[in-house]
C-alpha cells in the first residue's frame, strides 16, 4: 500500500505560477510510476502527466506541455508538479497517483491504471 498526500493548491492569477506537491508513504515510492490528474468542476477526470520511477522519463497532456514539469526526488519520498503560466482553464482538483511499475512508455502512460490515490487539492487560477 502506498499512501498519497497532495499539497500546494490555492488561488493563483492567470500567468503566475504554482508547485504541487505530492508526498508518499508506505511502500518504497522509487518502485513507482507516479501521475498528476485533474478534474475541473463538472467534468471528468484528466491525464495531466507521469513520470517513471527513475525520474528520467514523462509524458504531459499536450495542453500543458512547456508550462507544466513534473518531477520526483526519491529520497524524500515525494513528488511535484511544477506549473507555470497558468490559465484559468487550469483550475481543478489536482489528484496524484501512483502504480508499481518498472518500466514506463511516455505514449502509453496517459492511460496506464493507478492503483493508489491521494486525495486531491484544489487549485483556483483567477483572470
Known amino acids: 500500500q502506498v499512501q498519497l498526500v497532495e499539497s500546494g493548491g490555492g488561488l493563483v492569477q492567470a500567468g503566475g505560477s504554482l508547485r504541487l506537491s505530492c508526498a508518499a508513504s508506505g511502500r518504497t515510492f522509487s518502485n513507482y510510476v507516479m501521475g498528476w490528474f485533474r478534474q475541473p468542476l463538472g467534468k471528468e477526470r484528466e491525464f495531466v502527466a507521469a513520470?517513471?520511477?527513475?525520474?528520467?522519463?514523462?509524458a504531459y497532456l499536450d495542453s500543458v506541455k512547456g508550462r507544466f514539469t513534473i518531477s520526483r526526488d526519491n529520497a524524500k519520498n515525494t513528488g511535484y508538479l511544477q506549473m507555470n503560466s497558468l490559465k484559468p482553464e487550469d483550475t481543478a482538483v489536482y489528484y496524484c497517483?501512483?502504480?508499481?511499475?518498472?518500466?514506463?512508455?511516455?505514449?502509453?502512460?496517459?492511460?496506464?491504471?493507478?492503483?493508489?490515490w491521494g486525495q486531491g487539492t484544489q487549485f483556483t487560477v483567477s483572470s
Open positions: 497517483a501512483a502504480r508499481e511499475l518498472t518500466y514506463f512508455n511516455a505514449y502509453d502512460a496517459p492511460r496506464y491504471r493507478f492503483d493508489y
Open positions: 513520470i517513471n520511477w527513475r525520474g528520467s522519463s514523462t
